[in-house]
T-cell receptor, first 116, second 111 residues
Framework: DAGVTQSPTHLIKTRGQQVTLRCSPK?????VSWYQQALGQGPQFIFQ???????QRGNFPDRFSGHQFPNYSSELNVNALLLGDSALYLC???????????????FGPGTRLTVL | DQQVKQNSPSLSVQEGRISILNCDYT??????FLWYKKYPAEGPTFLIS?????DKNEDGRFTVFLNKSAKHLSLHIVPSQPGDSAVYFC??????????FGAGTILRVKS
């Protein structure tokens, strides 16, 4: 079991450009969440996908969008990049939680995005 | 609005002694709390969790305590080992939804 994988590992972009980050969930997981971790801070929730639909969204602008494919893999797209978008972007996968249960989220190693 | 706070940016402990990491939260709707450990260049790894209906959960050297009235939880590591040196994140969730993380505490265990 390869666990959660993310690509690319590192990425350098300039302001105004667009970027796409990719995530493959752990085998057997159908739910993918994306987090942004700025330097010195904890991860912040961007959004979660299940059955190819955005299930929940955090406090991020519309420049951040996502997609989930039938094989449960996911992409995070960021348009019109700003310097403040420089961060580690983490993908986490899990089975969909029940109404009163919690399923552990497994994290990938992240993609380090630098915006110049 | 920081719903989960870890007020100690760093902690240094001697090998073999106890490490105590603290976390406070403000949202009384949180029903599940977790601790994650993160090494450089790796994603966070789940360490231990506790449901809001319990006040203690133990797993080997790791114990998490929850004080709901104070909205406070702590992670105890006994005995601490050099390999425990990492960043520890406290996180909380409401009915299995998004994880809300604290800013993390850097633990250094000196040998």
């Amino acid at each position: 079991d390869a666990g959660v994988t993310q690509s690319p590992t590192h990425l350098i972009k300039t302001r105004g450009q667009q970027v796409t980050l990719r995530c493959s969930p752990k085998s057997g997981h159908d739910t993918v969440s994306w987090y942004q971790q700025a330097l010195g801070q904890g991860p912040q929730f961007i959004f979660q996908y299940y059955e190819e639909e955005e299930r929940q969204r955090g406090n991020f602008p519309d420049r951040f969008s996502g997609h989930q494919f039938p094989n449960y893999s996911s992409e995070l797209n960021v348009n019109a990049l700003l310097l403040g978008d420089s961060a580690l972007y983490l993908c986490a996968s899990s089975p969909l939680p029940g109404p009163s249960s919690y399923n552990e989220q497994f994290f990938g190693p992240g993609t380090r995005l630098t915006v110049l | 609005d920081q719903q989960v706070k870890q007020n100690s940016p760093s902690l240094s402990v001697q090998e073999g002694r106890i490490s105590i990491l603290n976390c406070d939260y403000t949202n009384s709707m949180f029903d599940y709390f977790l601790w994650y450990k993160k090494y450089p260049a790796e994603g966070p790894t789940f360490l231990i969790s506790i449901s809001s209906i319990k006040d203690k959960n133990e797993d080997g050297r790791f114990t998490v305590f929850l004080n709901k009235s104070a909205k406070h939880l702590s992670l105890h590591i006994v005995p601490s080992q050099p390999g425990d040196s990492a960043v520890y994140f406290c996180a909380a969730t409401e009915y299995g939804n998004k994880l809300v993380f604290g800013a993390g505490t850097i633990l250094r265990v000196k040998s």
